[in-house]
């Protein structure tokens, strides 16, 4: 198993300023997922993010808008950028431990 | 991937069997099916996978047709704390894969 932890819970942002969520995994995996879930809805992956590799993004998702770090097996961040009301959304993370695990999500509102 | 289909809502009643059906008639030799359930304001909690065996843990049991086109998530003694959207996925366990979350099932469970 593995456990996910992310920062920040949640944050209240202004239009146009970015937002950085970070994740953090208990141990190694190769991959790591970040997903969006908008009020209501199912989740929805954004990309997939590869250690020492470039994150693939999904359609619909760019990387000028929502770019990925992946520094080590353990870590990776999300930056959601000029960011506007319609980004209002949570965002979680996820890896691949055997079953795949989510973190506990970060709740985003932009006023 | 093959498609899932669930219904969108179901109550049971406290301390009794809460069992959430899924259809995946569409479902190749090489896919597995994962459950996954979200309480509210939390990330999506792994409950158990099959491929064509019935599978039982600490949280769930999960019967598999024998024709493998459908699926019964079984909560023994639901509790209120069950409450929660239920995700029925079919996916091939390979690595990096995404998954890909329907609407699910919301449970209620009741006093």
């Known amino acids: 198993s593995a456990v996910i932890s992310q920062k920040p819970s949640r944050d209240i942002c202004q239009r146009g300023t970015s937002l950085t969520i970070q994740c953090q995994v208990d141990s190694q995996v190769t991959m790591m997922f970040w997903y969006r879930q908008q009020p209501g809805q199912s989740l929805t992956l954004i990309a997939t993010?590869?250690?020492?590799?470039?994150?693939?993004?999904e359609s619909g998702f760019v990387i000028d808008k929502f770019p990925i770090s992946r520094p080590n097996l353990t870590f990776s961040t999300l930056t959601v950028s000029n960011m506007s009301p319609e980004d209002s959304s949570i965002y979680l993370c996820?890896?691949?431990?055997?079953?795949?695990?989510f973190g506990p999500g970060t709740r985003l509102t932009v006023l | 991937d093959a498609k899932t289909t669930q219904p969108p809502s179901m109550d049971c009643a406290e301390g009794r069997a809460a069992n959430l059906p899924c259809n995946h008639s569409t479902i190749s030799g090489n896919e597995y099916v994962y459950w996954y359930r979200q309480i509210h304001s939390q990330g999506p909690q792994y409950i158990i996978h099959g491929l064509k065996n019935n599978e039982t843990n600490e949280m769930a049991s999960l019967i598999i047709t024998e024709d493998r086109k459908s699926s019964t998530l079984i909560l023994p003694h639901a509790t209120l704390r069950d409450t929660a959207v239920y995700y029925c996925?079919?996916?091939?366990?390979?690595?990096?894969?995404?998954?890909?979350f329907g609407p699910g099932t919301r449970l209620s469970v009741l006093p």
């Open positions: 996925i079919v996916r091939v366990a390979i690595y990096g894969q995404n998954f890909v």
């Open positions: 996820s890896a691949k431990a055997g079953a795949r695990f």
């Open positions: 993010a590869n250690q020492g590799s470039e994150a693939t993004y």
